[in-house]
């Protein structure tokens, strides 16, 4: 996903926003293929939350018995269930995580090109069908929020304001060093900005690499608690496979901190490994445990396989009352993403 200021329209003078060229080519290529399958007419993945009381009927063998009205079924003496029709208006927020890690891809896509599509996608394909979609943009701090609204416009605006110029870090344009105890992103000063800002129950995607100072876990428990989450996790294969490329300089793109290794050391790429594993491991434990869905995008995988896996899983588990995680069969493998790794890289 190649990006530039603008695109000019063949045949005409005009340039046209690489927001709305990015969001055409994915109406054709990705959204024309999910609309039925994320947000049917009449069967859909995502719900809205409110219920109204349609009807009563006698109870039958496979109805729900939280659904019995006591006091019909104590005046006619024969057990009455209430039916409902669910209201299917539905509010989606993307809580967007920009901060500088994102900007990192070690191809020709980054992990922010990676967001960009999974945004444009998911904000079409609901709004599609009178749905709303709201934001808030975070980089240093929460920089800006986008009520929800439901045009097409509204989607092109809040591409759009993903891609604006972002401030760096002091740290990172060497000003001065990052202050003890701020050092990365601050995830939890996103949540809790959400928790205050979201008042009806919603979906809620929270779109980032993770890549952030510890302490955010309370934080996206109660979120998950008042609505629900699903976690986008975006990443590339060299965060988890470090290739043999010899002596480099890597840098702390939040931070600005620069260290020189020896990529040839096969021990210490085995280290690397090592330690990428265990955080990748904890990474799904505490989202598991918070109640969010979990959706990982790779800088080198396909959206639109990546998506049609997530319908699956949802669909599981909503014929099965499975959990929350992927089934080990539709996760994405991490031996392919780490055999994908490039096998050079630019110091």
Same mark, same amino acid.
């Given at each position: 996903?190649?990006?530039?200021?603008?695109?000019?329209?063949?045949?005409?003078?005009?340039?046209?926003?690489?927001? /709305?060229? &990015?969001?055409?080519?994915?109406?054709?290529?990705?959204?024309?293929? &999910?609309?039925?399958?994320?947000?049917?007419?009449?069967?859909? %993945?995502?719900?809205?939350?409110?219920?109204?009381?349609?009807?009563?009927?006698?109870?039958?063998?496979?109805?729900?018995?939280?659904?019995?009205? $006591?006091?019909?079924?104590?005046? %006619?003496?024969?057990?009455?269930?209430?039916?409902?029709?669910?209201?299917? /208006? %539905?509010?989606? $927020?993307? %809580?967007?995580?920009?901060?500088?890690?994102?900007?990192?891809?070690?191809?020709?896509?980054?992990?922010?090109?990676?967001?960009?599509?999974?945004?444009?996608?998911?904000?079409?394909?609901?709004?599609?069908?009178?749905?709303?979609?709201?934001?808030?943009?975070?980089?240093?701090?929460?920089?800006?929020?986008?009520?929800?609204?439901?045009?097409?416009?509204?989607?092109?605006?809040?591409?759009?304001?993903?891609?604006?110029?972002?401030?760096?870090?002091?740290?990172?344009?060497?000003?001065?060093?990052?202050?003890?105890?701020?050092?990365?992103?601050?995830?939890?000063?996103?949540?809790?900005?959400?928790?205050?800002?979201?008042?009806?129950?919603?979906?809620?995607?929270?779109?980032?690499?993770?890549?952030?100072?510890?302490?955010?876990?309370?934080?996206?428990?109660?979120?998950?608690?008042?609505?629900?989450?699903?976690?986008?996790?975006?990443?590339?294969? &060299? !965060?988890?496979? &470090? @290739?043999?490329?010899?002596?480099?300089?890597? !840098?702390?793109?939040?931070?600005?901190?620069?260290?020189?290794?020896?990529?040839?050391?096969?021990?210490?790429?085995?280290?690397?490994?090592?330690?990428?594993?265990?955080?990748?491991?904890?990474?799904? !434990?505490?989202?598991?445990?918070?109640?969010?869905?979990?959706?990982?995008?790779?800088?080198?995988?396909?959206?639109?396989?990546?998506?049609?896996?997530?319908?699956?899983?949802?669909?599981?588990?909503?014929?099965?009352?499975?959990?929350?995680?992927?089934? @080990?069969?539709?996760?994405?493998?991490?031996?392919?993403?780490?055999?994908?790794?490039?096998? /050079?890289?630019?110091?």
């Amino acid at each position: 996903m190649a990006e530039a200021a603008s695109l000019v329209r063949p045949g005409a003078g005009t340039p046209v926003p690489v927001a /709305e060229q &990015l969001l055409r080519r994915l109406e054709w290529t990705v959204i024309r293929r &999910l609309d039925g399958l994320l947000q049917g007419d009449y069967r859909t %993945l995502f719900r809205g939350a409110g219920v109204d009381l349609a009807d009563l009927r006698e109870y039958e063998h496979h109805d729900d018995v939280r659904h019995i009205d $006591w006091n019909v079924t104590a005046r %006619l003496q024969q057990p009455y269930v209430r039916q409902f029709i669910e209201d299917r /208006e %539905l509010t989606a $927020w993307f %809580l967007l995580d920009l901060s500088g890690s994102v900007d990192f891809g070690s191809g020709d896509v980054t992990k922010l090109n990676v967001s960009s599509g999974f945004v444009a996608t998911l904000a079409r394909v609901i709004t599609r069908h009178g749905n709303r979609v709201g934001a808030l943009f975070f980089g240093q701090r929460v920089d800006a929020v986008l009520r929800p609204g439901a045009s097409r416009g509204h989607v092109l605006n809040l591409m759009q304001r993903m891609h604006q110029p972002r401030p760096k870090t002091p740290a990172a344009t060497g000003t001065k060093p990052a202050p003890p105890g701020r050092e990365g992103t601050r995830l939890a000063d996103l949540l809790a900005t959400a928790e205050g800002t979201i008042k009806r129950r919603s979906l809620v995607f929270i779109v980032s690499d993770f890549i952030c100072a510890p302490g955010w876990q309370p934080a996206l428990a109660r979120l998950t608690q008042r609505h629900e989450v699903v976690a986008v996790r975006l990443f590339d294969p &060299l !965060e988890m496979a &470090l @290739p043999d490329v010899g002596l480099v300089t890597v !840098e702390d793109a939040e931070t600005g901190e620069q260290l020189f290794i020896d990529a040839s050391d096969p021990d210490f790429r085995e280290r690397y490994a090592a330690v990428a594993e265990a955080q990748e491991t904890q990474l799904i !434990e505490d989202l598991s445990g918070s109640g969010a869905d979990i959706l990982e995008l790779a800088t080198d995988d396909d959206l639109l396989d990546a998506l049609l896996r997530y319908a699956d899983m949802r669909r599981q588990r909503a014929r099965l009352g499975a959990a929350r995680r992927f089934p @080990p069969h539709l996760r994405r493998a991490r031996t392919a993403a780490a055999s994908a790794a490039p096998k /050079e890289t630019a110091p």
